[in-house]
C-alpha cells in the first residue's frame, strides 16, 4: 500500500526508467544476500551455537540441547 502513494511521486520526480533500474537493484541486492547465507551459513551457525544453548536453556521449560 505504501508504494500506491509513494510511487507516483517517485515517478513524477525521476522519470519512469529511474524508477525501475532502482527497484531493480535493489531487488538483486537483496536476492544475493541469500546466497551469504548459502555459502557461509553453516559457519555461522557453529559459531553461534554456543550462544544459542545459552538462550536455550533459559527458556521457561529447559529442554536438553
Not at 525521476?14 to 551459513?41: H, K, P, R, S
Given at each position: 500500500m505504501i508504494f500506491v502513494f509513494a510511487l507516483t511521486?517517485?515517478?513524477?520526480s525521476v522519470g519512469m526508467q529511474n524508477v525501475f533500474?532502482?527497484?531493480t537493484v535493489?531487488?538483486?541486492v537483496?536476492?544475493?544476500f541469500?546466497?551469504?547465507?548459502?555459502?557461509?551459513?553453516k559457519s555461522f551457525r557453529v559459531r553461534t551455537a554456543s550462544r544459542y544453548r545459552y538462550?536455550?536453556?533459559?527458556?521457561?521449560?529447559a529442554r536438553r540441547v
Amino acid at each position: 500500500m505504501i508504494f500506491v502513494f509513494a510511487l507516483t511521486p517517485w515517478i513524477e520526480s525521476v522519470g519512469m526508467q529511474n524508477v525501475f533500474i532502482t527497484i531493480t537493484v535493489l531487488g538483486t541486492v537483496v536476492l544475493l544476500f541469500c546466497f551469504v547465507f548459502i555459502f557461509y551459513g553453516k559457519s555461522f551457525r557453529v559459531r553461534t551455537a554456543s550462544r544459542y544453548r545459552y538462550f536455550a536453556e533459559r527458556q521457561f521449560e529447559a529442554r536438553r540441547v
